[in-house]
């Protein structure tokens, strides 16, 4: 069974502050990895990529990825109330169909 | 670019009741992803559609199926609603090559509920 597992918060940090969400997924064939951002009531919208290990960095966002320890993040730099959404954490391997975590609860006050 | 599209975007229907779900891809897409979306679930894949053909499906009853038209457009359908179909649809979309690095781009979702 294929899983990704990510605290479901709420994550709470102040305005300007740095956040930090973490994943881990269990499948060590997974290749592929993504961030999510979904508001409430909304649908997931796509943040960040990321198949390499190492950091990725897209404006305020940085994906850091760490294979043997099968292991994603996501630092949002400078939150913003605008960031407060949950994050879902998603990880793909040979089946090509993105396994989903069930997110965490950012909440960014100011 | 236009992006995902899905009709309509909120539902009430009665128990026993069928419905049918609409998803538009991103041009140029030819992957479509069905999920339900609970709050007790998460997100939960239902059917993957490629070049109108199942590729992948999960593990929900046959009560849910779907189908892919030749210019990707895809329905799915649900037949004799249950209390617990009440749920967030989405439809993803991807270019769909066979491929862990295909990014799926999400539709605004269908709101069901089942009274």
């Known amino acids: 069974q294929k899983e990704v597992e990510q605290n479901s918060g709420p994550l709470s940090v102040p305005e300007g502050a740095i956040a930090s969400l973490n994943c881990t997924y269990s499948?060590?064939?997974?290749?592929?990895f993504f961030w999510y951002r979904q508001y409430s009531g909304k649908s997931p919208e796509l943040i960040m990529s990321i198949y390499s290990n190492g950091d990725k960095e897209d404006g305020r966002f940085t994906a850091q990825l760490n294979k043997a320890s099968q292991y994603v993040s996501l630092l949002i730099r400078d939150s913003q109330p605008s960031d407060s959404a949950t994050y879902l954490c998603?990880?793909?391997?040979?089946?090509?169909?993105?396994?989903f975590g069930r997110g965490t609860s950012l909440i960014v006050h100011p | 670019k236009a992006g995902v599209t899905q009709t309509p975007r909120y539902l009430i229907k009665t128990r026993g009741q069928q419905v049918t779900l609409s998803c538009s891809p991103i041009?140029?897409?030819?992957?479509v992803s069905w999920y339900q979306q609970t709050p007790g679930q998460g997100l939960q894949f239902l059917f993957e559609?490629?070049?109108?053909?199942?590729?992948n499906k999960g593990n929900f009853p046959g009560r849910f199926s779907g189908r892919q038209f030749s210019n990707s457009r895809s329905e799915m359908n649900v037949s004799t609603l249950e209390l617990g179909d009440s749920a967030l649809y989405l439809c993803?979309?991807?270019?769909?090559?066979?491929?862990?690095?295909?990014?799926?781009?999400f539709g605004p979702g269908t709101r069901l509920t089942v009274l």
């Open positions: 041009s140029g897409h030819r992957s």
């Open positions: 993803a979309s991807s270019l769909g090559g066979i491929s862990s690095y295909n990014e799926q781009f």
């Open positions: 499948d060590r064939g997974s290749q592929s």
């Open positions: 559609y490629f070049s109108e053909t199942q590729r």
């Open positions: 998603a990880a793909s391997g040979g089946s090509y169909i993105p396994t």
